[in-house]
């Protein structure tokens, strides 16, 4: 790739090649929902066997990010590779856990379901659940903690069992690359002490790990490697190198409004 | 009309509702056969749309598929050929259905106006010209009015047998549907973003299911007509919800009760002469509903006031427990308490203290004779485990909530109840307790009260 003449490029890895072993290698990536970008020119590799935070303020892209290298939100440039290949080849490394908030939890399953959800791929169209199936999906709840709500409907879990819940889903999957959003969002104490550690264990296995976290007071302690995101990416490396006070200020101050008031212009564009 | 005596016209009454009931005919056994199965469809496919959340779309699409039936039928006289061809006129509806589909797409796309006014504006501009495209067919072909009015209101009574064997063959299409994609669909409909990133096709899923709601819907206006179909595809999956708190389970659940409301309502149309089928399965359909909401064993409005109820009674019942046992700690004695005293110390009524009272007395837990009240040897343990769950959760406020402990008593009233071991083992080692589990801790808000033990 060139790198003469970059346009908006990730500061940490100026005009940088592409590696195949990347787990994830995103390529001048820019999303835009209804004409408004949200996120401009992305450009990097996410390092194998890391435990990756994705940090920024409201509105900076930290969803959508997730989202787009999934093909779940349209592209309006770029492409995305996972250890080379393009995503349709590579979707059974995927493990995924949604916002909390983007499902009903009223729905009539229990969390036994939800869990058995993450490995219907594996079942496969028109097959039944089997017994081996069961155990993976038991196994998962277990290591959160909960086996014994199991049959609980749930709308009767409250938030930090219902995030549990999601994140055993995403055990069940049994993937090598996972992408979180928000796993820690308003979760209890004891509940975000049991998934930090379910992310250590995923990370000590080999895994790599993408967490959208918005708790800066815990960045130093959970992530390896950080991704500083503000409809672009500001800064992305070793937490100990790109997390100080230069970056954090680039991130959340209010020198990038040039960025969103461009944004702004293109969505009112006729 | 020769002239009978009253006696010889209920004998042909009773005949007839024999035949009916006892679905003599061929002709009856074939409608209420077609008719359940269509139920049963419109079960299955009213699930998925309620739990998809667009319960509203199925009337638009009903409404809509008026114009498509008339524009048939122009069609079919108009090349020669006779219009009361039931299969193209229903492909008619489809087509109609899907246009209406695609013309709410294309406006919320282009216009980023809301659903719920693009589904009542396609709703009614496509009725509007359905009543046109009739009238029209009225005034050129007035012996066939009649015909396409019936898929206004539906008319049961009319279906011919081999209109009954089309609904169903489509309603069976829908249940295998239901049947072979009930995981995909569970799947979809409760978090499509996992689905999509799982690489399920949930755009061709989701079309599956509005096609399954469009065939339900075209079959379901012969039977009960454009207007209550509706009522197919709403009542019978918001009543099964009452039921279940599993997928599969409410689905089925839904089938059985619009089944069974197609089915009955047929029959009792059929018994009651000049009652249009259409209106009673949806009457039938509205009644199984109403028992549902008050009978449910998941959300029902029994089982409801029943756990009300007894949580009230629970709640009363450990305020008392707690009382005798804080009033004889106080008293540092194993004596007997006054039920003045014990009346006094909460407030209560008299009438309520000793209903209460005569409760914990069958219960074994409290002694009531002339001397006064006293807990007996288990029903000490019990208020003992009251006592000491109330108080360490008064202590975790105290503690972890800042709450004044002259506040504390009243918001910790209303959680002990519901606090489960669970959560009082893990209070305990919050506060790292007392290390036996016997052990009450003191009250924290009883400074001027004699300690335990009556050391003070």
Redesign the interface.
């Given at each position: 790739m060139n790198s003469t003449n970059p346009p908006v490029k990730s500061m940490a890895s100026p005009g940088h090649e592409h590696s195949h072993e990347a787990p994830i290698s995103v390529h001048d990536m820019t999303v835009a929902y209804?004409k408004r970008p949200v996120l401009w020119d992305v450009d990097l590799d996410i390092p194998e066997g890391k435990l990756v935070g994705i940090i920024g303020p409201n509105g900076a892209g930290k969803s959508t990010f997730i989202?787009a290298i999934?093909?779940?939100v349209p592209r309006v440039s770029g492409s995305i590779q996972f250890y080379g290949k393009p995503l349709?080849e590579q979707?059974h490394l995927?493990g995924?856990v949604?916002q909390r908030e983007?499902?009903?939890w009223d729905?009539?399953?229990?969390a036994l379901?939800?869990v058995l959800?993450g490995r219907?791929?594996k079942?496969g169209?028109?097959r039944r659940?089997g017994k081996n199936h069961r155990e993976a999906a038991l196994a998962a709840l277990d290591q959160l903690g909960m086996a014994g709500f199991a049959k609980r409907?749930i709308s009767q879990l409250s938030g930090g069992q219902q995030q549990r819940v999601f994140l055993a889903?995403a055990l069940a999957q049994e993937a090598r690359i996972y992408?979180m959003d928000e796993p820690l969002a308003g979760v209890d104490m004891a509940t975000e002490e049991t998934i930090f550690g379910i992310l250590q264990g995923l990370r000590n296995e080999g895994k790599t790990v993408l967490v959208v976290h918005h708790d800066l007071q815990t960045v130093r302690r959970y992530f390896d490697h950080l991704i500083l995101l503000n409809m672009r990416v500001v800064a992305h490396g070793p937490t100990s190198t790109v997390f100080h006070d230069e970056n954090l200020r680039k991130t959340y101050g209010g020198k990038l409004t040039l960025l969103s008031e461009a944004a702004d212009a293109l969505a009112k564009r006729p | 009309m020769p002239w009978r005596n009253g006696r010889e016209v209920f004998v042909m009454e009773w005949d007839a509702l024999f035949r009916i009931l006892f679905l003599q005919d061929h002709n009856t056994r074939v409608v209420v056969l077609g008719t359940f199965v269509l139920g049963v469809a419109a079960g299955l496919a009213g699930s998925l749309l309620l739990?998809r959340?667009r319960a509203l779309l199925s009337d638009t699409l009903a409404h809509a598929s008026l114009p498509g039936v008339g524009l048939m039928y122009l069609l079919l006289v108009g090349s020669g050929q006779s219009g009361r061809q039931l299969l193209a006129l229903l492909g008619g509806a489809v087509v109609a259905c899907v246009a209406a589909v695609i013309t709410i797409n294309l406006l919320k796309q282009t216009t980023?106006l809301k659903e719920d006014a693009l589904l009542s504006m396609v709703l009614s501009v496509y009725f509007g010209l359905g009543v046109v495209v009739l009238g029209i067919i009225t005034r050129n072909h007035p012996e066939q009015s009649a015909g396409l009015q019936k898929f206004l209101y539906g008319s049961t009574a009319a279906l011919i047998s081999s209109d009954a064997w089309l609904l169903v063959g489509v309603a069976a299409g829908i249940i295998v549907l239901a049947a072979?994609?009930w995981?995909?669909f569970?799947?979809l409909?409760?978090?499509s973003?996992?689905a999509?990133?799982?690489?399920?096709p949930v755009q061709r899923l989701d079309l599956l299911v509005m096609l399954m709601v469009v065939l339900v819907t075209v079959c379901g206006m012969q039977a009960v007509g454009l207007i209550l179909v509706v009522a197919l595809l709403v009542i019978p999956p918001v009543a099964a919800?009452f039921w279940?708190?599993?997928?599969l389970?409410?689905q089925w659940i839904a089938a059985l009760i619009g089944g069974v409301s197609c089915a009955l309502g047929t029959l009792i149309s059929g018994v009651l002469p000049n009652m249009p089928a259409g209106a009673v399965i949806v009457l039938t359909a509205a009644l199984l509903f109403f028992l549902s909401m008050i009978l449910g064993i998941k959300r029902g409005i029994l089982l409801r006031e029943w756990n009300a109820f007894n949580l009230r009674r629970k709640t009363e019942h450990h305020h008392a427990l707690r009382a005798i046992y804080e009033l004889l700690e106080r008293q540092s004695s194993e004596g007997f308490i006054d039920l003045e005293e014990l009346r006094r110390s909460r407030s209560w009524s008299a009438h309520n203290l000793k209903r209460t009272l005569r409760r914990a007395v069958n219960l074994g837990l409290v002694e009531w004779s002339a001397q006064g009240i006293r807990l007996s040897p288990t029903g000490r343990e019990e208020a003992r485990k009251l006592v000491r769950s109330h108080r360490l959760w008064e202590l975790y406020l105290i503690t972890y909530a800042d709450v004044a402990p002259s506040h504390v008593d009243r918001s910790a009233d209303d959680i002990e109840h519901v606090l489960d071991p669970q959560l009082v083992a893990l209070l305990e080692e919050k506060l790292q307790a007392q290390d036996s589990r016997e052990v009450v801790p003191k009250s924290p808000h009883s400074t001027t009260l004699p300690e335990v033990g009556g050391s003070a």
């Open positions: 209804d989202k999934q093909n779940l349709e979707r995927l995924y949604p983007s499902v009903d729905f009539p399953v229990n379901d939800v959800m219907y791929r079942v169209w028109f659940i409907q889903r992408l | 739990l959340k980023r072979c994609f995981k995909e569970q799947l409909l409760f978090d973003g996992f999509a990133s799982e690489g399920y919800r279940s708190e599993d997928f389970a409410m």
